[in-house]
Nanobody, 114 residues
Framework: VQLQAYGGGLVQTGGSLRLSCLFSGSRFSPGTVGWYRQAPGKQRELVAS???????IYASFVKGRFTISRDYIKKTVFLQMNSLKPEDTAVYYCNKIPNPIEPWGQGTLVTVSS
């Protein structure tokens, strides 16, 4: 299975973006999927995750602002990002949890201007 993230872009502080993670290459959907991000000079961190049963977990720094969801028909996991802040600027990736697919995809860049 392959997971490809897209939907990033440039947005002003307070704005919104919706990222998509499309999975392909298998007729089986991945189980738990996570959205991660990596800012310049920082380690990659988990932002949110969703299980096959649509149970969700959020990092404290995005709780209340971001929403993760999945659509099995579209084979996509979404990350709706609202009230964006400059510190949300990063490359966003999606991958399986556990046993992430290696190598990681190129991700999608989100830039929040102040």
């Amino acid at each position: 299975v392959q997971l490809q993230a897209y939907g990033g872009g440039l947005v002003q502080t307070g704005g919104s973006l919706r990222l998509s993670c499309l999975f392909s290459g298998s007729r089986f959907s991945p189980g738990t999927v996570g959205w991660y991000r990596q800012a310049p000079g920082k380690q990659r961190e988990l932002v949110a995750s969703i299980t096959s049963g649509r149970n969700t977990i959020y990092a404290s720094f995005v709780k209340g602002r971001f929403t993760i969801s999945r659509d099995y028909i579209k084979k996509t996991v979404f990350l709706q990002m609202n009230s964006l802040k400059p510190e949300d600027t990063a490359v966003y990736y999606c991958n399986k949890i556990p046993n992430p697919i290696e190598p990681w995809g190129q991700g999608t860049l989100v830039t929040v201007s102040s």
